[in-house]
């Protein structure tokens, strides 16, 4: 799997890697993958898409039709088929695969790791501990399974992403609404739900686990854990690296990540949810792709290891430079870091920002915009990324940051604040 040659991606000869799924994480992992050198292809349901604007060629379309996803792959012939969102006909995947192609990680990791009942019985199967849980597909089925875990307790859609679909539940008044919600907001499938039993940790983390080639066999190494905070049901609002956890935690993380993505298979990046207390680690979910809350490896790692980077190095079969850290392969981080999202605080077209110059004059401050050109109300448009040899001061900058920014529509063009304005928990 070692590679030695790759030639100019307009050569004819160019190494072909399509994405399918073009957002804000598919568009910094096709800017990773043009630096290196290959032919990028970007697909996604609606023009214009993020990963669209900077891929050599970007197709629009359905991608759970499988005539159009098939008739697509056969016209294009990619050397790496990446899946970047859940709405996708897996069978085709499962039947390219069988064909000869590369679908990373692979078609039944992907299977796996886009519906929450598969992925949390193969967590279980694995023997790390979860929360306790039950599913329901009614309304009644959903009180008892409430009633069962007690309250405050989670309640998700089976198929889902950015907490669209999931609701925290504080009492039986809370049931019905996160009912409905899951129904409706789902990107994916509310047709089952799982309820969870709330823990009580101390922070939740991602471990970003690589998956890649060494001599001709797979090496399982880590990203330093990432910590985050999250709101409106389950939905990323800032993280950091290096979160704060004891070493005893540490090397527990990198162990359950372990057991999960060896289970899951292939090569790659995968985000390994988990919840920390003290000494002790659950496991949560785990995607089988690069993960939102690691948006902030851009500038905590060293320019081109990114976890885009590491996803591109992974899936082409290139080398992850690692060091030793508690017994297991590392990528080091060059500077503690901390990334905040950007909400819209209305719905619109053509958004526009303001106050990035007065944001932007504080040291160890950037801003990525995701360049959608729709809004929707509290729909992710960027996040602001600061960096600080403390970490809790970069947390505190990317928060005062991002909370400058102002945004304006073509259909609304006052220019308005975030509309979330609580303090956060990591806030002095």
């Known amino acids: 799997m070692k590679r030695d040659i790759l030639f100019s991606p307009l050569s004819g000869k160019g190494t072909k890697i399509m994405l399918l799924g073009a957002g804000e994480l598919g568009r910094e992992f096709i800017i990773e993958a043009m630096r290196m050198g290959f032919y990028t292809i970007a697909v996604d349901r609606y023009e214009g898409a993020p990963g669209q604007q900077v891929a050599h060629i970007a197709y629009t ?32 995947l499962f039947n390219l695969e069988k064909e000869g192609f590369h679908v990373i990680p692979n078609a039944r990791a992907t299977h796996i790791a886009m519906h929450r009942e598969r992925v949390r019985e193969m967590i279980v199967k694995t023997g790390v501990p979860v929360s306790e849980y039950y599913y329901a597909t009614t309304l009644e089925e959903l009180k008892a399974a409430c009633k069962k875990t007690g309250y405050p307790c989670w309640v998700k859609a089976i198929q889902d992403s950015s907490g669209s679909g999931s609701s925290k539940v504080k009492g039986p008044q809370d049931i019905e609404p996160a009912f409905q919600k899951a129904k409706l907001d789902a990107r ?11 823990i009580e940790f101390d922070l939740e983390v991602t471990e970003l ?42 090397k527990k993380v990198y162990e359950i990540a372990k057991k999960i993505t060896d289970e899951l298979g292939g090569v790659g990046v995968f985000g390994c949810e988990l919840f920390v207390k003290g ?15 690691g948006l902030v490896t851009t500038v905590s ?13 992974a899936v082409t079969g290139l080398p992850v430079p690692t060091v030793k850290r508690l017994g297991y ?32 004059d504080e040291p160890g401050v950037s801003v990525l915009l995701f360049c959608k050109n729709e809004a929707h109300i509290n729909r992710r448009m960027g996040v602001v990324l600061a960096t600080d040899p403390d970490v809790q001061k970069a947390k505190e900058k990317a928060e005062r940051a991002a909370h400058k920014i102002e945004m304006a529509t073509r259909e609304h063009p006052e220019w ?8 956060h928990i990591f806030t002095k």
């Not at 990528?331 to 007065?358: C, Q, R, W």
């Open 61 to 92: 379309g359905n991608m759970k039709d499988a005539g159009f996803l098939r008739s697509l792959i056969e016209k294009e012939k990619p050397d790496y088929i990446v899946p970047e969102i859940e709405a996708i006909n897996l069978d085709v």
């Open 301 to 313: 790692q060293q320019l081109g290891f990114s976890e885009f980077g590491l996803h591109v190095r």
């Open 188 to 198: 994916g499938s509310g047709d089952k739900l799982i309820v969870e039993k709330n």
């Open 416 to 423: 308005k604040p975030q509309e979330s304005r609580e303090k």
């Open 279 to 293: 000494d002790m680690v659950w496991a949560n979910e785990c995607s089988a792709r690069p993960h939102d809350t």
């Open 209 to 250: 686990v690589i998956r890649h080639y060494v001599n001709g066999k797979i090496q399982t190494s880590f990203c330093r854990p990432v910590g985050q905070y999250q709101t409106r049901g389950g939905d990323y609002h800032s993280s950091w690296q290096v979160a704060e956890i004891s070493e005893t935690a540490e």
């Open 329 to 360: 392969n590392v990528v080091p981080i060059l500077t503690p870091a901390a990334s905040h999202v950007i909400l819209a605080p209305e719905a619109g077209y053509d958004p526009g920002f303001k106050n990035l110059a007065d944001l932007l």
